[in-house]
């Protein structure tokens, strides 16, 4: 078992192969976990007041069972299959015909796809363990933040944890740079927050996104923030722009940061090290 896991002919596929069931879970996590945190507020909120918890069915990641949202049908195991069962429904619900957001196949694919490079890009080990478990919190994290503008701290802060613990072995960078890292991501974003704030009286991001480049820094260590912060700010003001341009995106509409902040964490991850070099060299 070990020779044929250590083989990249079968081990990539293998991952490619978990990556695409992982997202098919991913799309739940997405749509759920917002509402999952909705309904806490809401008990608490009642709480509160000293009023009795409102009444709900029970709603977790594992149930209700998965249903389509315009007529109710269960979603059975044959039309749960990532991506297949997309194609063979023709992207429609078999039981009332109502279009399937193509988000679904979308996030399968796309985490199909990463998990399957993190395995050739690592090979067999801890390191692409690692790798996989901070690839999809960042998958997660960008989804939902692009739907709801929140980042869970469900997710960011086991993750900023995680990273602790995998540095312990120097997985990714050693222990003091994955420490100065968390701390130096969440207390950079921290002050620019305050700063712009101080500055506009608005707030320019939320306490998320602090989290969360605190993680980056935990896993990836402090010398990849850099490069981080600058791939973040400039996808994030390109993509702004040409929402307010092209998209007619209101100037007062707030844009999530997050998913920029998980796609500059993905590219670090991969070669993060080998950009920094590189620029290093062509100084």
């Known amino acids: 078992m ?11 596929p293998l991952v490619t192969l978990l990556g695409l069931f992982v997202g098919s879970f991913l799309n739940v996590v997405i749509h759920r976990l917002p509402r999952m945190m909705e309904r806490e507020w809401l008990v608490q909120a009642a709480e509160m007041r000293g009023e ?14 998965s249903r389509c949202p315009h007529c109710g049908h269960l979603i059975s195991a044959l039309e749960n299959i990532p991506v297949v069962s997309y194609l063979f429904l023709r992207g ?42 901070f690839l999809w919190a960042m998958i997660a994290l960008a989804f939902i933040d692009l739907d709801t503008q929140l ?4 997710i960011t802060l086991p993750l900023l944890w995680l990273g ?7 997985v990714y960078t050693d222990l003091p740079s994955a420490v100065v890292g968390a701390m130096a991501g969440y207390l950079t974003l921290w002050s620019i927050f305050w700063l712009f704030k101080l500055a506009t009286g608005k707030e320019g991001m939320g306490y998320g996104d602090f989290k969360l480049l605190g993680a980056i820094g935990a896993w990836l260590g402090w010398q990849t923030l850099p490069l981080t912060i600058l791939l973040s700010s400039v996808v994030g003001a390109v993509v702004g722009i040409s929402l307010i341009a092209f998209a007619r995106h209101g100037r007062n509409v707030p844009i999530p940061f997050g998913p920029y902040l998980a796609t500059a964490g993905i590219i670090a991850l991969f070669w993060g090290e080998a950009i920094t070099q590189r620029y290093l060299g062509a100084l």
């Open 2 to 12: 070990s020779e044929l896991l250590s083989d990249p002919v079968a081990f990539v």
């Open 52 to 65: 009795p918890a409102p009444e709900s069915e029970r709603f977790n990641l594992a149930a209700p069972r």
């Open 92 to 133: 429609r619900c078999g039981h009332c015909s109502a279009p399937i957001s193509r988000r679904y196949p979308m996030v399968e694919m796309l985490t199909a796809v990463l998990s399957g490079y993190a395995a050739w890009h690592f090979g067999f080990g801890l390191a692409v363990a690692g790798a996989l478990i």
């Open 151 to 154: 980042l869970p701290d469900d």
């Open 164 to 170: 602790l613990v995998f540095n312990l072995a120097g």
